[in-house]
């Protein structure tokens, strides 16, 4: 080969990898990913169409399910992958035959499940590795036997082979099957069992249920034909037709059996015969299934012959009469079934006084939907076991009014359980029920009583624990003595029973400090007292839903709120549904510590007051949904969320803003309590950029873009509110502000200070300024310290150079002093002239120089007010020194003057 050529087949190679792929990737489009479902070790691959068994399930599978699929055949290769399997279910497919390997491939395999196939022939050899088989099921394959099918599997216990047509019961003729314990052959055409066909049986010494029901052909039995199969305990004969005699030949052929159970249901048995059970007196019969038969008479004494017996189930027959003597010799009898076994044509069947005598171990007797004449005071008579008592939609007119003789003939009997539901009960007399001390539980559900239970209703009752009237069309009333005599009662049951109200003091409930559920639901109670359910403290469960309790909690309610629910400490669930609440009292739900459940959906809540939930601290399931809550805010919700594992609020008009709906939106986002319908029930209503989209589509980001918006508004805030406190001190405090003010300026400015004062010479000790009509004050109280202590004041009347320019010279000579005093009368305040320049002067001094540059002496009382107005000068301007009054007492005038000496020395003096 030339080089080129080489290279042209390398490439070549090359080129069909990368157009064809590797090989590996080269698989059969058969083998598509499968779809089978795996839980544990267990492949689930029905309904897939498959026309094979997938080939990619893992390895180590136990158990393989491919029924209902397209399985056609079925090779030993294509299992050979999962060697493990114990369990193989290849029902509901087109398989025609199994292969002999099958066993060696899966040498594990226990159940193998082949019904409803093609697979028509059976071979010696199709089993023969079976060894490990336990259970096989070819029911509805139309199989045909060939030689000894079943051999091989010695360790089959359950072998179902019905609906195949065959015709005999004979599998086969050597013993095998030595393990088999229910052989079920029903739906074939077995129409005789001859003498050896169950010779195959003969080493099945566990064999113990053989079912050979709804054959399709008439079943005899040849005498002797159940002898090998002696020790089987359960035969089920149900759907076949039987005649009394056949029955009787069957339970002949029953004899000396082991056989425990009977099965004879859908015969068409008719009458039973004295003698027709007579067969089975030497069995240990247990268990007698006559249901479905359109039975009409049973002659008395038939079950004389089974003693033992202690289930007999007589449902859905037609009996006319049953008599003393019919249940003759049951006495070992605990339940017995008469649901629907007597049936009402033209006249009422009846049942004979001390019908029930015999079965005086008897501890369960159903009566349901049965139809019978009357009660008498011996109907029930005998019953001394009797436990249970079921009525429930009997038809017999004796219940339309219970009387104290209606259950007298039960006296005797220890019951229990008494139920009367549906038996259309129209009243209860007193003592209805007094013979029955020992009943727990009384069913008077759906019935039509209407009355007022006064107690003595269910007087004698000293045991009882439930009672079930709900469903009583709401014409009962209760009273305050409605459950005086049973205050043992632990559940009471009275939803859709009452005439609307429970404002009844003292509470009928009272008396019931067991009770532990309080069913009082759809009674549209609107009335309710305060106290009603006070004493109730073991109550768990109260159920309230469907009345109208709205009006109790409304904060319209003239006596404010009605706190019914105090002092249920121990409830763990409420359901206050439908009650058309929109309000929740902020105490109605304290007190609750223990509630766990709590149900308030379908009411009109909106609002709701902060911290309302807060107090329940043991909640956990928390339900609200259709309200018309928009807004589920922190303040409300926060406490009682975190604590939640489930939280149902979906259908509520949610309001998807920042502040209704951002801090649920974010909670929900988190949880790990379950929301159920959180994707497509949580939905928003407004705004309208959101309505119709799930609460989880809100954005939590849009509501990042308030932050700036928040700021501002906070500072807007301060702003208005430093501005407000600001404007009050103005108003009330503004001059000093701006006295300090100025005096803060003008010393920093260094326009003049003090300091500087103190080394400036004056030439006199004081200005003053007094008003004209003082002048005589000034003379004779002012000027003689002049002589006295040797101050020199400036008067202007006086010490004023004539000529001088009037202002100027003010000014001037107030500079030249180093005080000025102001003498403060009204009259100065009045006179224009000093209030316009020389107190404007003064004022500047104080500013400028000093705050004891200026004296006032006050020669009558003047309110600052007065002074401000006229001359800007308040007194606090001034230190306190500064400020003297002209004494009204004359004994006080030296002291004056001392003051005034020190106001003007306060500084060092003129020299
Ligand atoms: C079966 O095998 C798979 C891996 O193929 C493994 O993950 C699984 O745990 C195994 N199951 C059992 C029950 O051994
Ligand atoms: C029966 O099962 C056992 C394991 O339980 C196994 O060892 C044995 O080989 C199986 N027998 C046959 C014949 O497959
Ligand atoms: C039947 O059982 C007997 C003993 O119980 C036994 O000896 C005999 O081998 C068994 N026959 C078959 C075919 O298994
Ligand atoms: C008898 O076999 C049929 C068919 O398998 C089944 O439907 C029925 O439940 C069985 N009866 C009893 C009492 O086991
Ligand atoms: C109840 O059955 C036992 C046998 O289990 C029997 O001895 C007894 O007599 C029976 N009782 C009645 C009242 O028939
Ligand atoms: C039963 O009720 C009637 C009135 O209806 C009364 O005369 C009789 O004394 C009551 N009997 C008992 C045992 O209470
Ligand atoms: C009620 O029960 C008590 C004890 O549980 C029992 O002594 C009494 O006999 C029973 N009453 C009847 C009528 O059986
Ligand atoms: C929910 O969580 C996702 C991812 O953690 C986030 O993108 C989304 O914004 C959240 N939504 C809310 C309403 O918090």
Redesign the pocket.
């Known amino acids: 080969m030339n080089w080129p050529a080489l290279i042209t087949v390398l490439l070549a190679l090359n080129l069909g990898d990368l157009i064809f792929g590797p090989s590996l990737c080269n698989a059969s489009p058969k083998f598509q990913k499968n779809a089978c479902r795996i839980r544990r070790d267990v492949a689930d691959c029905r309904h897939l169409k498959l026309e094979e068994i997938p080939p990619d399930l893992p390895g180590n599978i136990t158990g393989l399910d491919v029924s209902h699929n397209r399985l056609g055949a079925l090779s030993s290769v294509s299992l050979a992958p999962y060697p493990g399997l114990v369990r193989l279910d290849l029902g509901f497919n087109n398989l025609k035959k199994l292969e002999e390997s099958l066993c060696q491939t899966l040498p594990l395999l226990r159940t193998l499940n082949v019904q409803h196939n093609q697979v028509h022939q059976l071979m010696e050899k199709d089993f023969s590795h079976c060894l490990n088989l336990t259970e096989l099921n070819l029911a509805g394959n139309r199989l045909k036997l060939h030689g000894e099918s079943f051999a091989a599997l010695q360790s089959v216990t359950l072998l179902d082979l019905s609906n195949n047509d065959l015709k005999t019961a004979k599998l086969g003729i050597q013993p095998q099957l030595s393990s088999l314990e229910t052989l079920i052959l029903s739906s074939n055409a077995i129409s005789t069992i001859e003498l050896n066909d169950f010779n195959f049986l003969t080493n099945s010494s566990s064999l113990r249920v053989l079912n050979l029901s709804y054959q399709k052909t008439h079943i005899t039995f040849k005498s002797g034909c159940l002898k090998p199969i002696a020790g089987i305990h359960e035969l089920v004969m149900d759907g076949n037709k039987l005649s009394t005699a056949l029955t009787s030949k069957l339970c002949t052929e029953l004899s000396g059996t082991a056989i425990r159970n009977i099965s004879l249901r859908y015969t068409g048995l008719v009458t039973l015969a004295k003698t027709t059970f007579k067969g089975l007196v030497k069995t240990q019969l247990i268990s007698l299934d006559l249901s479905h038969n359109g039975m009409t008479k049973i002659d008395n004494g038939s079950f004389q012959w089974l003693p033992v017996l202690e289930v007999l189930s007589l449902e859905q027959n037609n009996l006319k009469r049953l008599t003393s003597n019919t249940f003759k010799g049951l006495g070992n009898l605990t339940r017995l079934n008469l649901k629907n076994a007597l049936l009402k044509t033209s006249s009422n069947p009846i049942i004979d006084d001390f019908s029930f005598q015999p079965l005086r171990a008897l501890e369960i007797l159903i009566m349901q939907y049965t139809a019978f004449r009357d009660i008498s005071t011996h109907t029930f008579a005998g019953l001394?076991s009797l436990r249970q008592l079921h009525l429930g939609s009997a038809k017999c007119i004796a219940l339309k009014r219970i009387t104290n003789q209606t259950f007298v003939s039960l006296?005797?009997?220890?019951?229990q359980t008494l139920n009367l539901s549906d038996t259309k009960i129209s009243s209860l007399d007193p003592g209805a029920f007094y013979s029955l001390?020992?009943l727990t539980i009384l069913r008077l559900g759906f019935n039509s009583i209407s009355q007022t239970l006064t107690g003595k209703e269910f007087q004698g009752l000293g045991?009882l624990q439930e009672i079930y009237l709900s469903n009583n069309n709401q014409k009962i009333t209760l009273s305050p003595t409605s459950f005086a005599y049973v205050p043992t009662l632990i559940t009471l049951l009275m939803g859709k029973v009452l005439i609307g109200s429970l404002d009844l003091e003292p509470s009928p409930f009272k008396p019931l400090s067991n009770l532990s559920i309080l069913d009082l639901s759809n009674n549209n109670i609107a009335k309710i007292s305060r106290g009603i359910f006070d004493g109730l403290e073991n109550l768990k469960v109260l159920k309230l839903q469907h009345n109208n309790l709205a009006q109790a909690w409304t904060s319209f309610n003239p006596r404010g709120p009605v706190m019914f629910l105090k002092g249920l400490c121990n409830l763990v669930a409420l359901e206050m549904d439908s009650n058309g609440l929109d309000e929740i009292p902020l105490e109605a739900l304290r007190g609750l510590p223990n509630l766990q459940e709590l149900s308030l959906s379908g009411n009109v809540l909106k609002h709701f007051k902060d911290s309302v939930f807060d107090h329940l601290s043991s909640l956990r399931v928390l339900r609200l949904q259709k309200n018309e809550i928009t807004s589920v805010r922190k303040e409300v919700f926060g406490a009682v969320l975190a604590n939640l594992s489930q939280l149902v609020m979906n259908t509520n008009p949610f309001d998807c803003t920042c502040d209704s709906i951002l801090w649920f939106a974010t909670w929900l986002n988190r949880t790990n309590a379950s929301v159920p319908g959180l994707r497509d029930e949580y939905i928003c209503n407004t705004p309208l950029s959101y309505y119709n989209h799930s609460v989880l589509e809100f954005d939590p980001l849009s509501c990042q873009d308030m932050t700036p918006f928040q700021a501002l508004y906070v500072l807007t805030t301060t702003a208005v509110l430093i501005l407000m406190v600001t404007s009050f001190l103005v108003r009330f405090h503004g001059w000093r502000i701006q006295f300090y003010w100025n005096v803060l300026i003008n010393r920093t400015l260094g326009f003049s200070d003090t300091n500087s004062r103190e080394g400036r010479a004056f030439e006199y000790d004081a200005y003053v300024v007094h008003a004209a009509d003082d002048t005589n004050w000034v003379e004779r109280s002012l000027l003689p310290l002049e002589d006295n202590q040797g101050y020199s004041f400036y008067l202007q009347e006086r010490d004023a150079v004539p000529g001088n320019a009037h202002l100027d010279s003010i000014a001037e000579n107030m500079k030249k002093s180093r005080k000025i005093i102001l003498v403060v009368t009204e009259k100065l305040l009045n006179d224009p002239f000093c209030r316009h320049f020389t107190a404007h002067q003064a004022r500047h001094q104080v500013i400028e120089d000093s705050r004891d540059a200026v004296v006032l002496v006050f020669l009558e009382d003047v309110h600052d007010y007065r002074l401000f107005r006229h001359l800007r000068l308040r007194r606090d301007m001034l230190r306190q020194r500064c400020v003297v009054s002209w004494p009204v007492q004359r004994e006080r005038v030296p002291a004056f003057h001392q003051s005034l000496c020190i106001a003007l020395g306060t500084t060092s003096r003129v020299q």
């Open positions: 001394i006296a005797a009997s220890p019951l001390g020992n045991k």
